[in-house]
DNA sequence: TGATGAATATTGGGTAACCGATAAATATAA
DNA sequence: TTATATTTATCGGTTACCCAATATTCATCA
């Protein structure tokens, strides 16, 4: 699976405020494995470029209003696409 | 997002036997968009190379044992990188 | 039977997503 | 300060993922 990645970028500077070095142990925890600094620091970049996250003088990065409204269309996509994921946490216990 | 696609392939051939047009629906109604055949098709011969589906006689695919377990540990994975799925679609509201 | 449409399949890319290696900046501590 | 660790950042490259276009097979019906 890739492609969630930006997605669960916004998710997480949605719940709280963090900067790279938590976001990569964040997905460390999702996924098992870290994420590499080649991955995560792009990314971020992009989406700053894009005006969907900004950046503080402490390097803490926080979603836009933009970026607020970004994630709530991919959220409601995701939840179409995987609208059986309830289903799927049942059927891999 | 992409790279859900093989995935959700297993997880639909799990849930009912289908052949390519009726993946290609069902793909259209979680997406809003229909995938083109140069998408589905060498997909599933690619699934189907793996061993993790079979074809019949009248095309219509179906998920091996190993194509099982495959799901199986794809699943466990998506539940762990989208634990918070339910606060998800609480936010989307 | 021939014709028309649907389903299946292949080919040849394009590009987004991600990684590894490396370097630079920043913090922490000794 | 020096040294050590952590965090941030860049670059080049690879590959997974998917598509558009086209071809072929199959089904249905006039």
Chains 1, 2 share one sequence.
Do not use: H
């Amino acid at each position: 699976m890739k492609g969630y990645l930006t997605y669960l970028i916004l998710w997480n500077l949605s719940q709280t405020r963090m900067n790279g070095a938590q976001i990569t142990r964040e997905f460390e925890k999702r996924r098992g494995t870290k994420p590499s600094p080649g991955t995560i620091y792009p990314a971020l970049k992009e989406l700053k470029t894009k005006g969907l996250i900004t950046v503080d003088d402490k390097k803490t990065y926080s979603l836009t209003i933009d970026g607020e409204n970004e994630l709530k269309s991919a959220c409601k996509l995701f939840c179409k696409i995987f609208y059986d994921a309830k289903e799927m946490s049942e059927f891999c216990k």
